[in-house]
């Protein structure tokens, strides 16, 4: 049985749904996962989505800031939210689905990006982000009995060499710094994950997900940085079929500055 899941930073999703529904229409995932949605949960535009074939949906978000979505063909249950480093911020959902006669649970994570000084002694957000990835280390991928699971998200950290265009010029750089790469690895392997991504492109290739809204041609500098991620608990791995990532995404009217991902699998 086929299956499918994306995720997609959307960088305000009232903003952006005219490409939120274009990728939708052309790539038809099962389940849609966003973040920095920034909409209150009431004003989330569910209509548009739904009538899409998206008829479960839950939503974190809140105001202007951060904010996390999972719209689903199939149906979802048990939507929860942690509220990492108890700050009150819209950064994770989670919700169980069934498929292929598994029970698989997701994980929705919208990463603190850090700010621009990576010191936490001048710069709280950077502390805000390290504390977040501390908290994350807990996460467990075998956390129950008889279950799957799946991790996406904008985790705002680039953790391996060819994750960013250049990494001796970024690791001073918030997203490539060594305290942050070896937090976000330390995540992984504490927690049994499985870097989908990777599974299927070598770890000497370049691999990227988003290009900054600063270049003045992203993609003749492709300058970029693999910040979005799926990772999986390990008996999901083998049935991974590809990972798509959609660069052109990047080029369409008034775009993110991510780019959807999406994990295939046969299930």
Partial sequence: MGFSI???????????????????????????????????????????????????????????????????????????????CNVGDARHISAIFQRGGRRIRLHNFYVPAGGDEPDRTINPKFGHKLDFIEEMKRLHANAEPSTSAILVGDLNIAPLEHDVWSHKQLLKIVSHTPVETDGLIEVMKRGAWLDLMRQKVPESEKLYTWWSYRAKDWEAADRGRRLDHIWSSSDLGPLLQRIDILKAARGWDRPSDHVPVTAHFNL
């Fill in 6 to 84: 994306a995720t997609w930073n959307i960088n305000s999703v009232r903003l952006r749904m005219p490409i939120v529904e274009q990728f939708v229409m052309q790539h038809r995932p099962d389940i849609l996962c966003l973040q920095e949605t920034k909409v209150p949960n009431e004003l989330f535009p569910l209509s548009p989505l739904r009538a899409l074939g998206y008829e479960h949906i839950i939503v974190h978000g809140q105001k202007g800031y951060h904010g996390v979505a999972i719209a689903s063909r199939i149906p979802l249950a048990e939507d929860h939210r942690q509220d990492y």
